[in-house]
């Protein structure tokens, strides 16, 4: 059974938890604070939309988040872990079996096939994903006739679909969600919220999604503001936060 | 769009392999010698007549290679290229045994121009076979 | 596609750029196929060389003074010369210290008309009461049958087989065996027994277009085989040092004689292969370097999916083994088609013995070169394959954005 509180149940285990993390660049001479002293958590069933200008931060953010590059400080928990104390392959296979990630551009494989590219993680998971999977998962997308597309026959919103599908593949229970629909009309994004909405409600995934479109944060459960790396604001926004009994 | 592109390429390749047989007798040509027969009659040795036969098939897969490239319809394709994959056949069988080429294995004929037809005959069967094998299904179009 | 994995990955990058793919797989072929027709051509000259030296049985051969080069073209490619000696010289040779056994030869051209052959083609006149070279060969295959004086051995590409008969200088012959194939002169050889030339000799001016000037004493060649326990280069020193006007050559000195001819277009040939494989090297590094820098985004986003460092590299370096494996098997074949269409043609311009060695050989030999070439691959790709899967997954994508 499902019930909601107010993201601030003591009892809850954090799925995400940043301890003032940093992230610095050299560039040239310059040291460039991409991310800056951040400290967050976020909760079981949270949908958390991350917003701010281009170069505040929100993409390094999300890197940090899901493993793809190290902290210049700080420590990052994921499920209770720190990422500090994974190796690599430790770190593979957490993102291979437990994260799932959908980029902007969504960046398929341009010689698979819409169903191949859904299949593919299959390759770094637990076991391979079966074409009949593959085809579910495109289905529950919208795309149930484009199975032997190639992603230059399908439109910027498809292949977004398509990227969901991939990032779904091995029933991940965090997604972090890139800008999916940064190159998409205000339609398709409309689509694309929809599918991540009913994920979230429906299957009580732990959504992180990262927008320019400070309007779309609205449908999430927690509203992040990033600015020259800080995270200046940690709103709640409907008041309420599923989690799991 | 891509089976058109697979198709005009098996075609192209078809016409330049039918263009090679046909000026293969002309680069490595067969013996020049002249036979005298028993009557006094002088006629040309049976390697002559193979270069001919040969010429002739080259025009024929250089034309259906053309025809491949320009023709838009999968079965047509693949119907030419049965008949390109024959044609190859028809190479290679030629100078062994419907028109065999001189007897003595250091002639001229057997040096050079009967190699050169087989291996390019054997490269047109591949070429048929490949071609006759292509799914004959359009892929689909985008709708958005 | 039925399965997902990391060949048939690499097989689809590979045909994403299929015209980068076929540019390289063609460079990597032609420098597998370059190599290995120079090796099986050379290994087909080493081949043909001890089988020959094996039938010509003997350890010296003796000729006129002046006519050595001639008399080893004629054995070597078998292109016939004649020249003639007084057979004097085999009764001194024969008594000399370390001499086993001599047996004469004449050597005479057929004429360019004969039927049996297109060319003119040579006639050996031996004597079967001493040959040794002939000799073994119709113990085992005519089961020690006497040999008629008109009774003829043919090499093999002499267009007469057993039981055929034929016309040389009006005098009629017949066919009673076919030596095995040796790649060398010995092909186009018709070995004739003494009595039956010297009597096709004598009748040629009554019977034959053209008249054979060749006295009853002329010999063209001594066969001498050396005692055991003699050595082959003191016995020549002798003999030379015993004789006027002849000269001696052992059958080391006639690998020698192919060797030297050999030595130049072998040279540049696995001069010009080194260069292409070097090259080659070179430009598939450049071009990894190049698909991977292309494809960085890409990689970063496989590694995003959970594709350990280690596939990553795999990858990389199965792409690059899969083109250069296609590339290395596509130039053996094509190169073992053309070798096989043109090997006549090939051994009559290079003025080689040949003979192609066998299967089992070939085989060794084109799987080295499969692997010399999947090693190429190996070494051009493995800095792109390191430095892409050690890359941090976000900058990998951010590079490539």
């Known amino acids: 059974m499902m019930s909601r509180n107010n993201g601030n149940d003591a009892a809850a285990k954090p799925v995400i938890r940043l301890d003032n993390i940093s992230k610095h660049y050299q560039q040239g001479s310059e040291t460039v604070r991409a991310v800056d002293d951040v400290t967050l958590q976020v909760l079981p069933g949270d949908f958390a939309s991350i917003t701010g200008r281009s170069g505040s931060g929100k993409t390094t953010l999300l890197s940090l988040i899901g493993g793809l590059t190290t902290p210049s400080r700080g420590e990052v928990e994921i499920f209770g872990e720190a990422m500090s104390s994974l190796n690599d392959d430790a770190l593979s296979f957490l993102r291979a079996n437990r994260i799932g990630f959908v980029f902007q551009f969504a960046s398929l494989i341009p010689t698979l096939t819409a169903q191949d590219n859904v299949r593919l993680p299959g390759m770094f998971g637990e076991k391979p994903v079966s074409p009949k999977d593959a085809a579910d998962l495109l289905a529950w997308v919208g795309l149930s006739d484009k199975l032997h597309n190639f992603p230059a026959e399908l439109s910027g919103g498809q292949q977004t679909r398509v990227a969901l599908a991939r990032a779904l593949t091995n029933h991940p229970s965090l997604l972090l969600a890139d800008e999916p629909t940064g190159n998409l009309d205000v339609e398709t994004e409309s689509e694309i919220l929809t599918l991540l909405r009913n994920l979230n409600r429906e299957r009580g995934m732990t959504i992180v999604l990262v927008t320019h479109n400070p309007e779309l944060a609205q449908h999430g459960t927690r509203h992040l503001v990033m600015q020259s790396g800080k995270l200046t604001e940690n709103i709640i926004v409907n008041k309420e936060v599923l989690i799991r009994e | 769009m891509k089976q058109l592109k697979r198709a005009s390429t098996s075609g192209i390749a078809t016409a330049v392999l039918g263009f090679l047989i046909v000026i293969t007798p002309i680069i490595l040509p067969v013996c020049e010698g002249l036979l005298e027969l028993a009557s006094g009659k002088q006629v040309p040795m049976r390697c002559h007549w193979t270069a001919r036969a040969e010429m002739l098939l080259g025009v024929l897969i250089f034309i259906i290679g053309l025809m491949i490239t320009f023709l838009k319809n999968p079965q047509e394709r693949r119907r030419l290229h049965h008949l390109v994959a024959m044609l190859g056949a028809a190479t290679i069988l030629t100078p062994i045994f419907i028109i065999p080429t001189c007897m003595n294995p250091d002639m001229a004929c057997n040096l050079a121009t009967k190699p050169a037809l087989i291996i390019l005959g054997g490269v047109v069967l591949l070429v048929g076979m490949a071609g006759s094998r292509t799914p004959s299904m359009p892929s689909s179009e985008s709708t958005e | 596609m039925k399965e997902i994995n990391l060949l048939t990955l690499a097989l689809q990058n590979l045909r994403r750029k299929p015209y980068r793919t076929i540019v390289i797989g063609l460079c990597v072929a032609v420098a597998t196929g370059s190599l290995f027709a120079a090796t099986i051509v050379l290994r087909g000259v080493q081949h043909s060389l001890t ?343 976000y900058a990998a994508i951010r590079k490539g954005e």
């Not at chain 3, 005692?227 to 030379?240: H, S, T």
């Not at chain 3, 066998?358 to 493995?382: P, Y």
Request: aromatic share 8%; net charge negative.
């Open chain 3, 51 to 393: 089988v020959g030296r094996a039938r010509l049985g003997a350890d010296l051969v003796i000729v006129p003074d002046g006519y050595e080069t001639l008399a080893q073209e004629a054995f070597i490619t078998g292109q016939p010369s004649t020249f003639y000696m007084s057979d004097v010289a085999e009764k001194k040779i024969s008594t000399l210290s370390g001499v086993n056994q001599t047996s004469p030869q004449v050597f005479v051209e057929t004429l360019s008309n004969a039927s049996c052959c297109i060319g003119e083609f040579f006639l050996v006149g031996f004597d079967p009461e001493t040959d040794f070279t002939i000799s073994p060969w119709l113990t085992t295959h005519l089961d020690g049958k006497a040999l008629g004086p008109f009774d003829i051995i043919v090499g093999d590409r002499i267009l007469l087989r057993e039981g055929e008969t034929v016309i040389f200088y009006g005098t009629d012959f017949s066919v009673v065996g076919v030596l095995e194939k040796t790649g060398m002169g010995i092909d186009r050889t018709i070995y004739v027994p003494m009595e039956g030339l010297r009597s096709m000799i004598a009748n040629s001016e009554t019977l034959a277009e053209q008249t054979l000037e060749i006295s009853p004493n002329d010999l063209s060649s001594i066969m001498v085989s050396v005692k055991p326990d003699a050595e082959i280069l003191d016995v020549a020193e002798l003999i030379e040092a015993n004789l006027d006007g002849v000269n001696v050559f052992t059958a080391t000195q006639l690998n020698q004689a192919v060797g030297n001819q050999l030595q130049g277009v072998l040279g540049i040939t696995f001069g010009v292969t080194a260069s292409l494989w070097l090259m080659s090297l070179f430009t598939i590094g450049l071009v990894f370097s190049l698909i991977v820098n292309e494809r960085q985004r890409e990689l970063g986003i496989l590694r995003a999916m959970g594709a350990k460092r280690k596939v990553i590299f795999q990858l990389v370096m199965g792409e690059a083994g899969l083109l250069t494996g296609l590339g290395g098997l596509s130039g053996l074949v094509a190169a073992g088609v053309l070798l096989t269409g043109f090997s006549r043609l090939i051994q009559l311009r290079l003025r080689i013995p040949y003979l192609l060695p066998n299967v089992f050989e070939i085989m060794g030999i084109s799987l080295l070169l499969l692997l010399l070439a999947l090693f190429t691959g190996a070494l051009a790709s493995l800095h792109p394959a390191l430095s892409s899967s050690k890359m941090e997954p």
